[in-house]
C-alpha cells in the first residue's frame, strides 16, 4: 500500500515536470486561438450590433515525420463520363497521392459507377503494388451511385477508424449522381454524420457536368475541402493541394463555444454552420492544419455599457484532440470591449483584419444570394446584388486593406458578366468552390494567397 | 387405296407424337412453374438473409442508443452536445410522466435544429403516438398490451425526407428516445451490403454467373443501392421481392436477372426426346410402307406372271380339248373303255381351262378391264349346256343334279359369264359335297331379273363365313376342304361377274347344305326393240 502510494506520486511528478518542460512549448505552439471583437472599443450607452472573430491557428509542424498517420479512402467515378483522358489523370494522380504516404498510413480505393466495387479494402500501404495493380485495372463505364460510393469509402474507413488518425474520403466525381439517394440534402446529412464522427470528406469536381451544389454540400457538412478541377491536367495540382493538408494536421476534433456574457445577444455566425442556444453558440470543425488560421466570426448584439468601462463580451473554449500527443486539450480566451462616447475613437481603434474577415464572410453570403437569384432566372437582379457586392468589398478593401477582399472583388465582377452567358456552369462551379474556400478558410488558399 | 394408306400413316405417327408432345409440354409446364418456384424460394430466402443482415444493424443501433444510462436525467446542454458528437443520431428528446415533451421543450430556448424536429414529428406528440410512462395506468383496458412495449420505432414521412424515431425506457422508466440520421442509417445499410466484384479481381469468377443484380428500394420506389452487373430496363419485374424489416418495411429488397435461369434445359431435353421420338415414328412407318409397298408389288408381279403363264396355257389346252372331243365323236359307240378315257382327259382339260380362266378373269377384274358381252339367249337352254359338261364329274363324285327350270324366255346375257358362275358353283359342289346324293338347281326368270339358285345336300357353311367366303385367297379351313386343291377366287370371281350383269351372288340360309342364290339382269328381248 505505501509502496503504490509512493510510485504514484513519482509519476505525478514526472507527468508535472514533463509538463512544465518540452511538452508544454509544443502545446502552447500547436493551436493559438484568439477572439476578438472587430470594433473593441465601443460608442457607450447604446446597443449595437459588433463582430466577434475566434481565431485558431495551426502551428507549422516541420518535419514530416511527426505528422498524423493518415487513413484515407478514395473514391473514385468511374462512370462512363471518365472514360479516357480522365480515368487516365485520376489514376496518375491517385498513384502520386499514394507515392506521398507512408506504410503505416492506411489506404482504400472504392470505385463506383452504378453500383460500387472496392477495388482496395482498407490496408496499411506495406503492400504498394496490390494498390498499384488496382489502380492499373481501373476501368470507366456506366451510371454514378455517388451515395453509395461514399458510403463503401466509409465502411472501409471505419474498418481502421482511429480518431488519432486523419479519417478522410477523397471523392472524385464528374457527373451528376444518378443512382440512390442524390440531393444535396441528403448527401449533406452523410456528409454531417461523417464529420461528426470524424471523417471529412473532400470532394474534388472534375470537368463541367458534376453537381456542385451537391459536392460542396458534402464537404461542407463533413468539413472537407472542395476543389473544381476544370481540366483533368488540373488533377494532379488539385491531389497535391489536398494532401498537403491531409498531412499537415495538427489537431482534430475542433469545438469551438463561445458563451456570450450576460446581455449580449448572439444573432448568427457568419458562413459557417453552428448551433446557437441561448447565448451559447457551438461550432465544430474535422481538423485544423498546420500554419493555417480558422475562424467563426459571430454576429453579436452589446448593450452599451458606461463610458470608459470594460467588460467581457463572450468567453471562447476550444476542446480538441492534439494530434502529435493523441491527447485532448482545451484553451479559453475571453473577448472584452470598452466605451466611449467618441465615433471616431471607435473608428480609429477598430480591429482591421477582423472587419476585413467578417467583410470577406458578407462578400460570400451576398455571392450566394446573387447566384440564387441567378438559379431562380433573375438574371437582372443577380447582377445587381453582385455589382454592389464588388462596390461593398472595394470599399471595404480601401478601408481594411486585405488584398483578400481585392481579389474577391474582382472575382464578383467576372461573375457578373458571366450570368447569362454559355459560361455560366463553368462560373457557377468557380463560384461554389469559391464560397466553400472562403466560407472554411480552405487551407490552400490562405497559404498560397489568391492564386485563382 | 392410296389416300387411305396415306392417312392410316399419318395418324401413326402423328396421333402418338400428339399425345407425346401434350404430355411433354404438360410436364415441362408443370416442372417449370415447380423449378420457378423453386428458385423464387431460393432467391427469396437469399433476399431475406440479406434483410436479416440489415434487421441485425438496427438490433444493433437500438442496443447502441440504449446503452446511454439514465438518458432522461441529463440536462438539455448534455443532451446537444451528445447528438453533436454523434454521428447517427440527429436528435434527442424526452417525455415527461404525461407523454409531454420536456426536452426539446416547446417552450424552452430552442436551437433552429429542434425547432425544424419538433415540424418534423409534429404529429407523433399532438397525436400521442409514443405511449408516455404512465400510459399503462391511464388506459388500463389496453395496458396488457402497452405494458409489454419497453421500445419501438416511429416511421414519419414528411416532405420528400424520412424521420426515423427509436424511442425506449430508460432506467428511470422515462421515455426517451432519438431521432437518426437517416441518410447516415442507409449509407449504413449500403456499407454492410454487398459490392459488386470485379471480374478481375476475384479472378477466375466467370461474367455470366455475374449476371444479375439486387437493387435496395427505397419507399418512393427509387433505387438507393444496386449490386451485381445486370441493368434492369425501368418497367422489369424483379424474379424476387422482399421487404425489409420493420421498422424499414417500407425499404424493400428486389432481385433481378435477365432471363430465367431454369426450365430451359428442361425444354431442350423435351423437344430433344419429342423429336427423337418422332423421327422414329417416320422411320417405323416408312419401314411399313416399303414393306406393303413390297408385298404389294410382289403380289402384282405374281398375278401378271400367273396371268402370262395362263394365256400361253390357253391355246395348247384349247387344242387338247377340241382335239379330245373330235376323237370322241369319231370313235363311235362301241369303244366304251376308250371313250370312258377320253371322257376323262375332256373333264380335266375342262376343269383346267375353267381355272384358267378364272384366273384370267380374276387378273382383269384386278387391271378393272372386265367387260361383259351380251348377247341374246335363252337362259335355260344356257343352263343345261353347262350342266350338262358336269354331268359326267359330278356323277363320278356321287351327285346328282336336278334341274327344275323356269326362265325359258329370250334375254340378253353374257353366256360365256353365266358359264363361269356356274362352274364356279358347281365345281364347288363337287370339290366339297361329294356323295351327297341330290344337287338342286332351280332357275326363274321374273322380267329382267334372271334368279338360279344352287342347293346341294353336303356340309354347308357356317353362317358366320357367309361373307367372307367371297373374299380373294379365303378359303374355308377344315377337315372336309384340307387337301382339296384351290385358288381361292373362285366364289369371288362369280360374285363379280354376277354384279356386273346387275345382280349378285349370296349364300342363303339353307337348313340343310349350302345354298347359292345368283341373281342376273337379263334384259328381255322385245319385239322391235334393240338388242
Redesign the interface.
Known amino acids: 500500500m505505501n509502496a503504490m502510494h509512493h510510485r504514484s506520486i513519482v509519476r505525478a511528478l514526472a507527468t508535472l515536470v514533463v509538463y512544465l518542460g518540452g511538452d508544454y512549448a509544443a502545446r502552447a505552439e500547436l493551436v493559438s486561438l484568439d477572439a476578438a471583437l472587430g470594433t473593441p472599443v465601443m460608442l457607450a450607452g447604446e446597443k449595437q450590433k459588433a463582430y466577434l472573430r475566434v481565431a485558431l491557428t495551426g502551428a507549422d509542424l516541420g518535419d514530416a515525420s511527426k505528422r498524423a498517420p493518415v487513413n484515407v479512402a478514395f473514391v473514385l467515378d468511374k462512370s462512363g463520363s471518365m472514360q479516357g483522358e480522365k480515368m487516365e489523370r485520376a489514376k496518375d494522380a491517385t498513384r502520386m497521392a499514394i507515392e506521398k504516404l507512408r506504410d503505416i498510413d492506411i489506404v482504400s480505393i472504392v470505385a463506383y459507377d ?6 482496395v479494402p482498407a490496408t496499411k500501404l506495406t503492400d504498394r503494388a496490390m494498390v498499384s495493380n ?1 489502380i492499373n ?1 481501373l476501368t470507366a463505364d ?1 451510371s454514378t ?1 455517388l ?2 460510393g ?3 469509402g ?2 472501409e474507413l ?1 474498418k481502421f477508424f482511429d480518431r488519432n488518425r486523419v479519417n478522410r474520403i477523397i471523392l472524385l466525381s464528374d457527373g451528376m449522381a444518378n ?3 442524390s ?1 444535396p ?3 449533406g ?2 456528409g ?6 470524424g471523417i471529412a470528406v473532400t470532394t474534388i469536381g472534375l470537368g463541367l457536368d458534376y453537381n456542385e451544389d451537391l459536392m460542396t454540400k458534402l464537404a461542407m457538412k463533413s468539413d472537407g475541402n472542395h476543389m473544381f478541377a476544370e481540366n483533368a491536367v488540373d488533377l494532379d495540382k488539385v491531389f497535391a493541394r489536398e494532401f498537403g493538408d491531409v498531412l499537415s494536421v495538427v489537431a482534430q476534433n475542433v469545438k469551438v463555444t463561445i458563451n456570450c456574457a450576460e446581455g449580449v445577444r448572439p444573432i448568427r455566425v457568419l458562413g459557417r454552420e453552428a ?4 447565448r ?1 453558440v ?1 461550432v ?1 470543425m474535422n481538423q485544423l492544419y498546420g500554419s493555417q488560421a480558422k475562424y467563426v466570426i459571430l454576429e453579436v448584439e452589446v448593450p452599451g455599457g458606461a463610458k470608459g468601462s470594460q467588460t467581457a463580451v463572450a468567453t471562447a473554449d476550444v476542446s480538441y484532440l492534439n494530434m502529435r500527443t493523441n491527447a485532448p486539450e482545451n484553451v479559453r480566451r475571453v473577448a472584452t470591449a470598452s466605451f466611449t462616447d467618441s465615433p471616431a475613437i471607435v473608428e480609429a481603434s477598430a480591429k482591421k483584419d477582423v472587419m476585413a474577415a467578417a467583410v470577406y464572410q458578407i462578400g460570400v453570403e451576398r455571392n450566394i444570394m446573387a447566384m440564387r437569384l441567378r438559379d431562380e432566372g433573375k438574371i437582372d437582379e443577380a447582377a445587381r446584388v453582385l455589382t454592389s457586392n464588388v462596390n461593398f468589398l472595394n470599399e471595404n478593401f480601401d478601408k481594411y486593406g486585405d488584398v483578400n477582399l481585392k481579389s474577391y472583388s474582382d472575382s464578383n465582377n467576372t461573375a457578373a458578366s458571366n450570368l447569362d452567358s454559355s459560361l455560366w456552369n463553368l462560373q457557377r462551379k468557380k463560384m461554389r468552390e469559391e464560397q466553400h474556400e472562403i466560407v472554411t478558410q480552405q487551407s490552400f488558399r490562405s497559404r498560397s494567397g489568391t492564386s485563382r | 387405296m392410296r389416300p387411305k394408306l396415306v392417312i392410316v400413316y399419318l395418324l401413326i405417327v402423328i396421333a402418338p407424337l400428339a399425345a407425346v408432345g401434350w404430355l411433354g409440354a404438360a410436364l415441362a409446364r408443370n416442372e417449370q412453374t415447380m423449378v420457378a418456384v423453386r428458385f423464387r424460394e431460393v432467391l427469396t430466402g437469399k433476399l431475406n438473409d440479406t434483410a436479416s443482415n440489415v434487421a441485425g444493424l438496427i438490433e444493433q443501433r437500438e442496443r447502441e442508443l440504449m446503452t446511454v444510462s439514465n438518458l432522461s436525467a441529463l440536462s ?2 448534455d443532451l ?1 452536445e451528445r447528438a ?5 443520431v440527429r436528435q434527442y428528446f424526452v417525455l415527461d410522466q404525461e407523454g409531454d415533451l420536456v426536452y426539446p421543450s416547446p417552450s424552452g ?6 425547432v425544424e424536429f419538433l415540424r418534423r414529428t409534429e404529429s407523433i406528440w399532438s397525436n400521442g403516438e409514443i405511449p408516455g410512462p404512465n400510459a399503462e395506468s391511464q388506459q388500463a383496458s389496453r395496458a396488457v398490451q402497452s405494458e409489454t412495449r419497453t421500445k419501438g420505432w416511429h416511421v414519419g414521412f414528411w416532405g ?2 424520412v424521420s426515423l424515431v427509436f424511442w425506449w425506457r430508460d432506467e428511470r422508466g422515462a421515455v426517451v428516445g432519438a431521432e437518426l ?4 442509417l ?3 445499410i ?3 451490403l454487398p ?4 471480374p ?2 476475384t479472378g477466375r469468377m466467370s461474367r455470366s454467373r455475374q449476371d444479375d ?1 439486387t437493387t435496395l428500394v427505397d419507399p418512393k420506389d427509387a ?7 445486370y ?1 434492369p430496363n425501368a418497367k422489369e419485374t424483379p424474379r424476387a421481392d422482399v421487404a425489409l424489416f420493420p421498422p424499414l418495411q417500407a425499404w424493400s429488397l428486389k432481385y433481378y436477372s435477365p432471363a430465367a435461369p431454369y426450365g430451359q434445359g428442361m425444354i431442350f431435353s423435351v423437344i430433344l426426346g419429342f423429336t427423337a421420338f418422332g423421327v422414329a415414328l417416320v422411320v417405323l412407318a416408312l419401314y411399313f410402307y416399303r414393306e406393303n409397298t413390297r408385298a404389294i408389288r410382289d403380289a402384282l408381279q405374281r398375278v401378271s406372271f400367273v396371268n402370262q403363264v395362263s394365256h400361253e396355257l390357253k391355246t395348247p389346252l384349247t387344242n387338247i380339248r377340241m382335239y379330245a372331243e373330235m376323237l370322241d365323236g369319231d370313235l363311235g359307240e362301241a369303244d366304251t373303255d376308250t371313250r370312258r378315257r377320253l371322257g376323262v382327259i375332256v373333264s380335266e382339260s375342262q376343269r383346267l381351262s375353267r381355272l384358267i380362266n378364272n384366273v384370267l378373269t380374276f387378273g382383269r377384274n384386278q387391271r378393272k378391264l372386265l367387260t361383259l358381252h351380251r348377247t341374246p339367249g335363252i337362259i335355260d337352254e344356257a343352263l343345261r349346256s353347262i350342266i350338262s359338261t358336269f354331268d359326267a364329274p359330278l356323277n363320278a363324285r356321287g351327285v346328282t343334279v336336278d334341274l327344275v327350270t323356269g326362265a325359258g324366255q329370250e334375254a340378253n346375257f353374257d353366256r360365256d359369264a353365266l358359264e363361269q358362275i356356274m362352274g364356279n358353283l358347281l365345281s364347288n359342289a363337287e370339290k366339297y359335297a361329294p356323295n351327297s346324293g341330290r344337287l338342286e338347281i332351280t332357275s326363274h326368270q321374273n322380267g329382267d331379273t334372271v334368279t338360279i339358285t344352287v342347293s346341294d345336300q353336303g356340309p354347308g357353311i357356317a353362317g358366320n363365313l357367309r361373307e367372307r367366303i367371297f373374299e380373294p385367297f379365303y378359303r374355308v379351313s377344315n377337315k372336309l376342304t384340307d387337301g382339296v386343291a384351290g385358288a381361292g377366287i373362285g366364289l369371288t370371281i362369280a360374285r363379280h361377274l354376277a354384279r356386273l350383269h346387275g345382280g349378285n351372288l349370296t349364300l342363303e340360309p339353307s337348313p340343310r347344305g349350302a345354298r347359292f342364290k345368283v341373281t342376273l339382269r337379263a334384259t328381255m328381248r322385245r319385239s322391235g326393240g334393240t338388242p
Open positions: 452504378s453500383t460500387v466495387q472496392v477495388l488496382a485495372r456506366n451511385a451515395f453509395a461514399v458510403s463503401k466509409s465502411a471505419r443512382v440512390g439517394p440531393s440534402g441528403e448527401l446529412d452523410l454531417m454524420s461523417l464529420g461528426r464522427e448551433d446557437v442556444a441561448g451559447s457551438s465544430a | 438539455p446542454a446537444r453533436r458528437a454523434s454521428g447517427i430556448e430552442l436551437m433552429a435544429s429542434e420528400s425526407g440520421n437517416e441518410a447516415r442507409i449509407s449504413d449500403v456499407g454492410i459490392e459488386t466484384t470485379t478481375e479481381y443484380c433505387v438507393v443501392y444496386k449490386w451485381g452487373a441493368s
